[in-house]
T-cell receptor, first 107, second 113 residues
């Protein structure tokens, strides 16, 4: 059983659309991270959440600790947002990763 | 800015060869990690280290070993490469008492023939 489940696995959108990616987890955590991986491999951290909501530009991340659920939203999506988005939960000093959501934004 | 570098971007090896993948970070991070990433399986932890000469097995340590002789350097060793070890290998580092944010290297795409 995966401790971190993401949905959807794949998502195709038109430029300008509002995007939501969901993450559910089944264990107690210290924090939840959202990461982005562009084609070519490089992974960068987008957000760290332990409660509430964070916003960075067009990206918004929320977490509901009681429900064990987090969402990543992208407003006014753009082709350059095309990437794999990965949810990860912090357990002790290790991150446990979801399998990622591949987002394609068409012009 | 944190920088994590890996010794090679692409590597081709033959079955049975010993393979060394090196990772170096320049931010004095205590924690270092080796992952492999395969389509449909996501990132899986092979080994991690939270101090020099310390190592702990991750989820898939079989067929791998690691070495951490200096704080900034964490090596992954494939003792006898096999075709099922063809994968993307990613190294990461983080602070011991941080918020868990990991900084990733660019990855090494290994092909074992």
């Amino acid at each position: 059983k995966n401790e971190v489940e993401q949905s959807p696995q794949n998502l195709t959108a038109q430029e300008g659309e509002f995007i939501t990616i969901n993450c559910s987890y089944s264990v107690g955590i210290s924090a939840l991270h959202w990461l982005q991986q562009h084609p070519g491999g490089g992974i960068v951290s987008l957000f760290m959440l332990s409660s509430g909501k964070k916003k960075h530009g067009r990206l918004i991340a929320t977490i509901n600790i009681q429900e064990k659920h987090s969402s990543l939203h992208i407003t006014a999506s753009h082709p350059r947002d095309s990437a794999v988005y990965i949810c990860a939960v912090l357990i002790w000093r290790k991150l446990v990763f979801g399998k990622g959501t591949k987002l394609t934004v068409n012009p | 800015d944190v920088k994590v570098t890996q010794s090679s971007r692409y590597l081709v090896k033959r079955t049975g060869e010993k393979v060394f993948l090196e990772c170096v970070q320049d931010m004095d991070h205590e924690n270092m990690f080796w992952y492999r990433q395969d389509p449909g399986l996501g990132l899986r932890l092979i080994y991690f280290s939270y101090d020099v000469k310390m190592k702990e097995k991750g989820d898939i340590p079989e067929g791998y070993s690691v070495s951490r002789e200096k704080k900034e350097r964490f090596s992954l060793i494939l003792e006898s490469a096999s075709t099922n070890q063809t994968s993307m290998y990613l190294c990461a580092s983080s602070r011991f008492q941080g918020d868990g944010t990991q900084y990733f290297g660019p990855g090494t795409r290994l092909l074992v023939l």
